[in-house]
C-alpha cells in the first residue's frame, strides 16, 4: 500500500511539473502574440497612411525626373 501513495506521490509531481512548465509556455505564447497583434497594428496604420497619402497625389499631375 505505501508503495502505491509513493507512487502516485511521485507521478503527481511529475504532472504538478509539466502543469508548471506548460503553464509558463502558454504565458510566453501569449506575450508573443501580443507582441506580434502590436507590431501588425502599427504596420497596418503604415499602409494605411501610405495609401492614403498615395491616394492623395495623383501621379498622372507629376512631371517624371527626366523632364
Known sequence: MDERI???EIKLAFQEDLLETLNATVARQQQQIDLLQG???A???QLRSAASTA???D???EIPPHY
Open 6 to 8: 509513493t507512487e502516485l
Open 39 to 41: 507590431q501588425f497594428r
Open 43 to 45: 504596420l497596418y496604420q
Open 55 to 57: 491616394a492623395e497625389s
Open 59 to 61: 501621379p498622372l499631375q
